[in-house]
């Protein structure tokens, strides 16, 4: 009985704990939203405690053995209650805590991402004009046209009674004039040094590349020769090497010749082959000189004869080759030919028949010995037709005019 009662006791007791709690909840609720959401956890977890300790009270009244196990069962429902508390709370902390060094980081990464972007897009934008500047402008048009943005930051200087602010102004205008001039200058200066370096794989060694004629030779013609598939053939087979055929008449084409015109051979080959070459065709030595690939000008991946580099008056030079009109800079002034083409063996005999050079000697003759004032006006009636057959053919006519230019004399002398 007296158990029974110290039991109810207890209850009423706890009741009353725990209600007070609760109407400090409810008190504060609409207060501090913070305090409420942060206290309703430990007020749930306060009744099962109270509970359990009045569990234990009323065991400590009916016996030392059921008050220790009451007594462990509290601690140990306490314990699990505020690990778990804890363990929430860190966890929450941690999110936080991630979430706002995630946010911290991304936003102190976007300046830096916009920085490196817009000096990229700069770096892209003004490679962009240089490298149009580059193809669009010559070194001397580029020069030229940025003269006054080189000398303006020398130009002018504030005036002596401007204000600090003016004065910082310009200070500050002519600094960021100042940098762009200077790059400028770097930019023609590199341009200057790589175009000259380029000069040398791309330009003719010399401007002048054969010396001053002879005064006694001035109204000399200038007769120049291409030499591979125009006077002879060099041909290459595993079996045998290299083989080099001279082209039929070339002989009698340079004895003849050699009276009336200087003879320079321009070849695009090495000098390393062309001057053995030369040394075995031309025994007699009616060559005078020999032009290899160093004289040449390379333009759009081939190497082009410049005539125009010889040192000789343009209206007395005549350029011979198979492949005139594709390897001379000056066509005004070439003559083409059938190129000469032959392995030895299955075009022998063909090779044989060839008479194109043999062809020439009567119109080149011609030239020589008339003399015109300007040979690429004589060349400009022929409308790039065979030479030779075109001169024959108008000799022919001039012949027959001739003949009937005398019949009709001595008919009106009757």
């Known amino acids: 009985m007296a158990s029974a009662m110290f039991r109810a006791r207890i209850l009423s007791h706890v009741s009353r704990i725990k209600n007070p709690n609760r109407r400090f909840l409810n008190s504060n609720a609409g207060k501090d939203p913070a305090i409420s959401t942060q206290s309703s956890p430990i007020a749930d977890q306060a009744a099962p405690a109270a509970a359990s300790t009045a569990t234990a009270a009323a065991a400590a009244a009916e016996g030392p053995a059921a008050a220790a196990q009451a007594s462990e069962a509290v601690s140990a429902g306490a314990a699990a209650q505020a690990s778990e508390a804890v363990s929430a709370g860190v966890a929450a902390l941690a999110s936080e805590a991630a979430s706002g060094g995630a946010s911290g980081s991304g936003s102190g990464k976007k300046p830096w991402n916009f920085l490196m972007y817009s000096l990229i897009g700069a770096l892209t934008g003004a490679t962009g004009y240089v490298g149009y500047a580059t193809y669009a402008y010559s070194l001397d048009e580029v020069a030229e046209k940025t003269k006054a943005l080189r000398e303006s930051p020398y130009a002018s200087a504030p005036p002596e009674d401007a204000s600090v602010i003016e004065k910082f102004q310009f200070k500050a205008y002519s600094t960021a004039m100042t940098g762009t001039a200077k790059a400028v200058e770097l930019y023609i200066d590199l341009r200057r040094m790589i175009e000259e370096h380029l000069k040398d794989y791309t330009e003719p060694a010399s401007d002048k590349l054969l010396p001053d004629l002879h005064p006694s030779e001035q109204h000399v013609f200038t007769l120049v020769l291409d030499l591979n598939e125009t006077i002879l053939y060099s041909d290459w087979k595993r079996e045998r090497g290299w ?172």
């Open 243 to 414: 083989r080099t055929f001279k082209r039929p008449g070339i002989d009698a084409f340079l004895q003849h010749l050699g009276r009336f015109y200087e003879i320079v051979v321009y070849s695009d080959q090495m000098n390393m082959y062309v001057d053995p070459v030369v040394e075995r065709l031309d025994t007699n030595h009616f060559i005078r000189y020999r032009l290899s690939r160093t004289a040449t000008k390379y333009q759009d991946g081939k190497h082009y004869r410049d005539l125009s580099k010889l040192n000789r008056d343009p209206a007395k030079i005549l350029y011979l080759s198979a492949h005139a009109f594709e390897s001379c800079l000056q066509p005004e002034n070439a003559i083409p030919i059938k190129p000469f083409i032959t392995d030895g063996e299955s075009q022998a005999e063909e090779a044989e028949l060839d008479t194109a050079l043999l062809d020439l000697i009567p119109f080149l003759e011609y030239v020589a010995r008339v003399s015109p004032a300007d040979i690429r006006t004589v060349l400009a009636s022929y409308e790039k037709k065979d030479v030779a057959k075109e001169f024959l053919e108008r000799s022919k006519e001039y012949q027959k005019r001739m003949q009937e230019q005398r019949h009709g004399f001595r008919l009106w002398g009757r």
